[in-house]
T-cell receptor, first 114, second 111 residues
Framework: DADVTQTPRNRITKTGKRIMLECSQTKGHDRMYWYRQDPGLGLRLIYYSFDVKDINKGEISDGYSVSRQAQAKFSLSLESAIPNQTALYFC?????????????FGPGTRLTVT | GQSLEQPSEVTAVEGAIVQINCTYQTSGFYGLSWYQQHDGGAPTFLSYNALDGLEETGRFSSFLSRSDSYGYLLLQELQMKDSASYFCAVRDLTGRRALTFGSGTRLQVQP
């Protein structure tokens, strides 16, 4: 089984709808992240959480919110989806004890807002 | 704020060596990472440099010069499966040491 899972894998929604993307991990990591990737661009950080009670805004948090329900679960919500939020969304985890600070990514959720 | 620059595309032939450069501007620099992403896939970690010098992992090596704010990823004995996008990322004080990614270099390996 995959260590970092994301649901749904694909989603098409309409402008103005609220949508939630979910991420779960079995790696036992304390740190979790949400990124979006647009075609031809790198990953941009939306929100990150260093533990259940520590949530921080990233580079592009406007229009998004998150919830860290447990150490293993980190959800991303679009309160009122708009077309320019169409993108590939990745969840990632890391362990603060890792000297290499490597992040482990989920398979991604492809979101289309019409 | 922080910024990273890397070439958008690189083409090389199978068996060759290719170097992908990355320059960065940031505050409170802690380290430079490299990630590989195949089309339709998730990014996967390749390497991390916190100190100056070369780190070698099999066919891949990564170099860092903190004084020049510069690093590179070196891929040797290129294989077709190395065709992918490669991202450099800095870990810095901004965002409490979360990663900031470059826009990626698309490597095309030709037979």
């Amino acid at each position: 089984d995959a260590d970092v899972t994301q649901t749904p894998r694909n989603r098409i929604t309409k402008t103005g709808k609220r949508i939630m993307l979910e991420c779960s991990q079995t790696k036992g990591h304390d740190r979790m992240y949400w990124y979006r990737q647009d075609p031809g661009l790198g990953l941009r950080l939306i929100y990150y959480s260093f533990d259940v009670k520590d949530i921080n805004k990233g580079e592009i948090s406007d229009g998004y919110s998150v919830s860290r329900q447990a150490q293993a679960k980190f959800s991303l919500s679009l309160e009122s989806a708009i077309p320019n939020q169409t993108a590939l969304y990745f969840c990632a985890t890391s362990a603060w004890t890792s000297g290499r600070h490597e992040q482990y990514f989920g398979p991604g959720t492809r979101l289309t807002v019409t | 704020g922080q910024s990273l620059e890397q070439p958008s595309e690189v083409t090389a032939v199978e068996g060759a060596i290719v170097q992908i450069n990355c320059t960065y501007q940031t505050s409170g620099f802690y380290g430079l990472s490299w990630y590989q992403q195949h089309d339709g896939g998730a990014p996967t970690f390749l390497s991390y440099n916190a100190l100056d010098g070369l780190e070698e992992t099999g066919r891949f090596s990564s170099f860092l010069s903190r004084s020049d704010s510069y690093g590179y990823l070196l891929l040797q004995e290129l294989q077709m499966k190395d065709s992918a996008s490669y991202f450099c990322a800095v870990r810095d004080l901004t965002g409490r040491r979360a990663l900031t990614f470059g826009s990626g270099t698309r490597l095309q390996v030709q037979p």
